[in-house]
């Protein structure tokens, strides 16, 4: 059996890239960029007056000049005025281009206007109010980098630029696959012998939030169907997340159907708990992943996200999400095999400690729902309270 440590080496080797594909600006939502984003011309694009009032020249102000005939009004999106007469002023309005021969604007509220003439009401300082064209960005700097994750302020630099299309990274056709004839679909009442499925609902769940869609599939411990079944999806797809069926049941036929279609066995059973049955493999002929989870809903969930999450976190060239955390609680004895164990986390003094969770192994998804990740204990240490663990969050 390998350590949890060989393990997550032998699943990041097999980090694939799969491509990448434009798509509308708006569905690029928590996908990931697959190209630097560069200003298409200067930001902002000309001077942009920031408050509503008028717009005069400076050389009046310094003069001690407080009075202004107006000479025109211009609206935002009006193309550029003028100010005729270093004397006069013009009205102009937030987001406006700074008329030509002005480089101050005062407020409405530091003026009066009456008989089109606009008169000072306080001292004002002279070239105020303007943000300056190409101030925040010049053409042609970058603004957006390569493998960054786009969140709702990243569709705002997006759209400024006008990318209406926007190349992000493909994400992999994921099947995910349950097994056992103990299982029935949540819209049914189980029989007293059997369970409703949850590992592929939660699984389903977790991938949305990566906007990758599954097929879900369940397949009958009937070994026959279930080599039709997996060959179908090895077919179609470029992971099978699978759970149930690993370890040593007689009806645990996984391993063998893998055999036979050719799925090279990187590794089964890892010196960990839960999920010391965990299978993983690749069919390179199709250039197909397997993470066969063992099937405990507890082992499924956590080792998706000690495997899975971190295997597509670096096929997409994303920085690694996790984090250490301050241990809140003491742990018994050391153990020969990786432990992780529940933990709920809290901010305290600008450190996040982890409480461990009382859970009653690894079929105990309730306990689960309770959790904010785990954390990784490597074999052969004691922890103590205080120590720095690693932590995987969900
Ligand atoms: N002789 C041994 N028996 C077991 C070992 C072992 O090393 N030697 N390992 C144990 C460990 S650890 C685990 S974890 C399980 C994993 O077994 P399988 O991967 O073969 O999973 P199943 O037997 O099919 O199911 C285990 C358990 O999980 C429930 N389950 C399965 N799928 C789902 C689902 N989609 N939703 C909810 N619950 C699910 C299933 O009903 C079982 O209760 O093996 C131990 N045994
Ligand atoms: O891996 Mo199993 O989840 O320890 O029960």
């Known amino acids: 059996m390998i350590s949890h ?50 717009a005069v020249n400076s050389q009046a102000l310094e003069n001690n000049k407080t009075s202004f005939k107006i000479e025109a009004v211009y609206a935002a999106g009006s193309p550029q005025g003028i100010l005729n007469s270093l004397e006069n002023c013009v009205e102009i309005m937030t987001g406006a281009m700074l008329p030509k021969n002005c480089d ?18 306080t001292e004002v300082k002279p070239r105020i109010n303007i943000h300056r064209k190409g101030s925040d960005r010049q053409s042609g700097e970058k603004v ?7 969140s709702a302020k990243e569709i705002g630099v997006l759209a400024t630029v006008g990318t209406s299309k926007v190349l992000v990274k493909k994400l992999p056709k994921i099947a995910i696959i349950s097994t056992g004839d ?4 949540v819209e049914e009442t189980p029989l007293p012998h059997q369970i409703r499925t949850s590992n592929t609902l939660s699984l389903f769940a977790a991938l949305e939030k990566e906007k990758i869609t599954p097929t879900l599939l369940h397949i009958r411990d009937e ?45 089964h059973r890892v010196l960990q708990r839960p999920g ?35 295997w597509l976190t670096k096929s997409l060239e994303l920085e690694d999400r996790n984090s250490e955390v301050i241990l809140n609680t003491a742990v018994d004895a050391n153990s020969n095999i990786t432990r992780y164990l529940l933990v709920k986390t809290n901010a305290e003094n600008g450190e996040i400690k982890a409480e461990l969770l009382n859970e009653n192994g690894s079929g105990d998804l309730i306990s689960l729902a309770n959790a904010d990740g785990v954390i990784l204990l490597p074999p052969e240490k004691v922890f103590e309270v205080g120590d720095l663990v690693e932590f995987v969050s969900f």
């Open 144 to 150: 957006l980098s390569k493998n960054q994750r786009i």
């Open 223 to 267: 070994k026959d169907i279930m080599l039709q079944q997996v060959e179908n999806a090895i077919k179609n797809h470029d992971v099978l997340l699978l759970s149930g069926g690993v370890s040593k049941g007689k009806f645990d036929y996984l391993p063998e159907i893998f055999e036979e279609l050719k799925v090279e066995k990187i590794f």
């Open 276 to 310: 010391k049955p965990l299978w993983f493999g690749k069919q390179q002929e199709k250039n197909v992943t397997v993470f066969s989870f063992p099937g405990n809903p507890n082992s499924t969930f956590v080792n998706y996200h000690i495997y899975f999450i971190k």
């Open 5 to 54: 440590h060989e393990a997550l080496e032998k699943v990041l080797a097999t980090a694939t890239h799969f491509g990448s594909e434009k798509i509308p600006l708006l569905e690029s939502l928590n996908r990931i960029l697959a190209e630097d984003i560069f200003a298409d011309r200067d930001f902002p694009p000309f001077d942009r007056v920031t408050k509503d009032g008028i």
């Open 182 to 185: 103990e299982l029935v679909n």
């Open 104 to 121: 101050s604007v005062i407020m409405y509220e530091d003026i009066e206007i009456k008989n089109g003439i606009a008169t000072l009401q």
